[in-house]
């Protein structure tokens, strides 16, 4: 075969082996792994279901154990299918691997393996491992008995050996094995991330409050204790000090550090207290804040958004229920009591919270003293307005003590109880925020940890995949427990498919009152064969179940959509980004212009203070000289009054002389006369 050859020129059949050779299905695929490296689980199921039943023809084989979730998932995409013709799975998995790979044919190694050989048949190990056509081998998970709040399911331990990256299993919660000193069990403790480490803080055991803080190292999966020591004013005891016991309250990361907020306590403050635990010195403190800080209380939701905490309602010390808002600035520590508009939620505690977009406050399920909810309700917190919209999907059922954690756009509510079972609440629930649709990821089976009150969940991050990991709980019993979960991304397909966002992606939770669209309705496969749709099975094994063509095509054109407008908004983001480029050449050349003027500017000055000095020193020279005149003038002046006098003198003298004369004339004076005579 010529690897420039057209695959659209071959037939169907050949086609698909051709396809199936390439993905993996027969013979040994060595030079393929990268190709199966790339799909997703659920691509690969289908891929498989769509193989059996090209090559097999209808699932007759009996289903599977519902406790082995691969096996199951494996049957149910096989046996959804019906009595689909052979011609027409070929089509539609030829089809699903030229979208995921359209280059996939020119990979193809040649010879191209034959019809009916031998080498199509599907391969099943015989180390007790199942293949999955998605580049990975799943060990049979194995079953342990979950009395006594024992783990669910666990996986050897060769695969399970470098913490939360070595879980390979969407969407199924996985009990791992730990390694320490586990922590005393509890509930209504709290829990926060930071860099890689779940940090344990109090609870409650037997009625009794504790003050314990215990660590988990997620990449090794091993418990640790940690002896804090509580800072005393501006200096910190030298010795492990303890903190009060603290039950209810909410642990947040924040700026690598964990605060500690609200909780119920055996001598509660009047008003809510917040503490602060470092990491890096191992040192709690009290932070003051300012503003009117709430009332005492516990159960309480405390939700980070952005630079702000905003909690909402809880129980006081006198098991008064509250529906109160308030807002603490990190920033300032300052509180805020806000009075928001609308209808806001009943009083309730033990609820769960979280924000999206920045702006929208989610506040689902709670409790008061003889009942559990499960509303769901919106505060803008732009407007400061309360809302309730429409759910969609399926109908969550009232809980309080459950934990709620965010990734992404997705809100997965875990456990709680409803005052009726007393196993609590099995399934965990998904909501696209964006789009308000609810849908069943997984469900617990017994009394296990899992479906219980008081527990917490966290999220944590390991070579770029998502992992949720929650801890204790009480239904019945106490729980020291840990369970994994790996989220996929079927909940954001599922939304896209039942409403696809607008432009504005919270316009679905602005209004109080949503027109509601209606769900695709879940089906099975009839007898006779004809498949209406290949749906999700999020009860059994959580992990995929399929649609027929015209839902894999609903599916294939909702994603185009969303490729489409990834690229209208990278094409506008990258002119934005161009229009700003060039607004940062003009202002660096406004500002080069700037400098220049300025520079000249500079200059001018110099030279009108360098002669500013110039007039200055020829001012005081001026003024010498002025002075010196003045000096000169009085002289003058001083010079002329003499010589006035002495002419006045001179004058009076030959006055006096002339006068003598005469009188000496008349008398006679013989001197003159003897001389005038002579």
């Known amino acids: 075969m010529s690897m420039a050859r057209s695959v659209s020129s071959l037939a169907y059949p050949e086609r698909f082996y051709a396809a199936a050779s390439y993905v993996g299905f027969s013979g040994s695929p060595s030079s393929s792994t990268a190709a199966l490296s790339k799909f997703q689980s659920d691509v690969a199921l289908l891929l498989y279901g769509l193989y059996q039943q090209a090559t097999v023809g209808p699932c007759n084989v009996s289903k599977p154990r519902a406790w082995n979730p691969v096996e199951h998932s494996k049957w149910t995409s096989w046996h959804g299918l019906g009595n689909m013709a052979s011609i027409e799975a070929m089509r539609l998995f030829v089809k699903i691997l030229e979208e995921e790979d359209p280059a996939w044919y020119s990979r193809v190694p040649e010879p191209t393996v034959k019809p009916n050989s031998e080498m199509h048949k599907p391969k099943v190990e015989s180390s007790g491992e199942t293949a999955i056509p998605d580049g990975t081998f799943f060990p049979e998970p194995k079953h342990i008995s979950t009395e006594n709040g024992g783990p669910i399911e666990t996986q050897d331990k060769d695969i399970i050996m470098e913490g939360l990256g070595a879980i390979a299993i969407y969407d199924k919660w996985v009990a791992p094995p730990i390694s320490g000193q586990q922590p005393k069990p509890r509930y209504q403790h709290g829990a926060a991330v930071v860099k890689d480490k779940m940090y344990i803080f109090g609870g409650n055991h037997n009625g009794r409050y504790l003050n314990d803080l215990q660590v988990l190292d997620l990449k090794s999966l091993m418990w640790s204790k940690i002896d804090a020591k509580v800072a005393k004013g501006t200096s910190e005891s030298s010795t492990p000090a303890h903190v009060a016991p603290l039950a209810g309250h909410s642990l947040i ?33 009290n932070l003051r804040t300012y503003g009117k800080p709430p009332i005492s209380r516990g159960g309480q939701s405390v939700t980070l958004v952005g630079t702000t ?25 300052t509180w805020d009591d806000v009075d928001a508009i609308g209808t806001p939620p009943s009083p309730r505690s033990d609820h769960a919270a979280a924000c999206h977009a920045e702006r929208y406050l989610l506040i689902f399920g709670g409790g008061s003293h003889a009942t559990c909810f499960n509303d769901l309700h919106v505060l803008d917190l732009q407007t400061m307005e309360w809302s309730r919209p429409n759910q969609q999907g399926v109908t969550p059922g009232p809980r309080a003590g459950h934990a709620g954690i965010k990734v992404g756009e997705n809100w997965f509510i875990v456990g709680g109880g409803d005052n009726k079972n007393g196993n609590g609440v099995s399934e965990t629930l998904v909501l696209h925020m964006s789009t308000l649709v609810w849908s069943v990821v997984t469900s617990v089976q017994g009394r296990v940890p899992l479906a219980s009150e008081g527990l917490s969940v966290v999220l944590s991050t390991c070579n770029g995949e998502d992992y949720l990991v929650s801890f204790g709980g009480y239904n019945g019993r106490y729980s020291n427990e840990v369970y994994v979960l790996k ?60 649609r027929t063509e015209e839902s894999g095509e609903r599916i294939i054109a909702a994603l185009e959509a969303e490729k489409e407008e990834l690229e209208v908004t990278l094409n506008r983001e990258q002119l934005q980004n161009i229009q700003r480029k060039q607004e940062l050449a003009e202002a660096e050349t406004k500002n080069v ?11 001018q000055l110099a030279a009108e203070q360098s002669r500013c000095f110039k007039l200055e020193v020829d001012l005081a020279e001026l003024r010498q000289k002025l002075q010196n005149m003045e000096t000169l003038q009085k002289e003058v002046e001083l010079l002329q009054r003499q010589k006035a006098a002495s002419e006045q003198a001179a004058l009076s003298a030959r006055q006096r002389q002339n006068s003598g004369g005469v009188w000496g004339w008349l008398a006679g004076n013989p001197a003159e006369k003897s001389s005038d005579y002579s």
């Not at 500690?260 to 001598?267: E, I, M, R, T």
């Not at 212009?593 to 200059?603: F, M």
Request: glycine residues 6%; hydrophobic residues 35%; aromatic residues 4%.
């Open 253 to 285: 990361s924040w700026d690598d550090k964990i605060l500690s907020v609200a909780g119920h306590s055996k001598d509660p403050s009047e008003t809510v207290t917040v503490k602060e635990f470092d990491p890096q010195t191992l040192t709690w403190s």
């Open 593 to 603: 212009e700037i400098s220049k003027e300025l520079q000249s500017l500079r200059g």
């Open 487 to 546: 989220p996929s991304h079927k909940s954001d397909l599922q939304s896209k498919i039942f409403d696809k966002p607008t432009s504005d992606s919270m316009a679905a939770v602005i209004p109080s009152t949503n027109v509601g669209r209606d769900v695709a309705p879940e089906s099975e496969a009839a007898q006779d064969g004809k498949i209406t749709e290949i749906m999700m099975d999020n009860v059994d094994s959580g992990i995929l179940h399929m």
């Open 309 to 333: 905490l905003v909690m909402f309602g809880g129980e006081d010390a006198k098991r008064s229920l509250l529906n109160d808002l308030h807002i603490l600035d990190l920033e300032t520590m």
